[in-house]
């Protein structure tokens, strides 16, 4: 079973970067894909990035290409999401995801992120 913490969330005001975190324990991310989704209260979930782990390779939901980058660490089992020229339209709860397959399979509990104007 993983287990998947995120952390970096909080107020920023837009222009503004912020890097969120994601440690997993339970089991490595090696094998998994693993990627970083939001969502808005009433709005339905967003995908924002993937990762391929063994890979490395990345995608992006255009709304975020050129400004987020999904990294990952494997020495600590952790993946990161740094958001740069944030945006009030990317307030939401961001989430940390890993499976299989893009499907996800396991979640985090999410951390906010609140663009100020």
């Known amino acids: 079973q993983v287990q998947l913490v995120e952390s970096g969330g909080g107020l920023v005001q837009a222009g503004g970067s912020l890097r969120l975190s994601c440690a997993a324990s339970g089991d490595t991310f090696s094998r998994y894909v693993v990627g970083w989704f939001r969502q808005v209260p009433g709005k339905a979930r967003e995908r924002v990035g993937i990762m391929h782990w063994g890979a490395g390779t990345t995608s992006y939901a255009d709304f975020v290409k050129g400004r987020f980058t999904i990294s990952r660490d494997n020495a600590k089992n952790t993946l990161y999401l740094q958001m740069n020229s944030l945006k009030p339209e990317d307030t939401a709860v961001y989430y940390c995801?890993?499976?299989?397959?893009?499907?996800?399979?396991?979640w985090g509990k999410g951390t906010l992120v609140t663009v100020s104007s």
């Open positions: 995801a890993a499976g299989y397959t893009v499907a996800m399979d396991y």
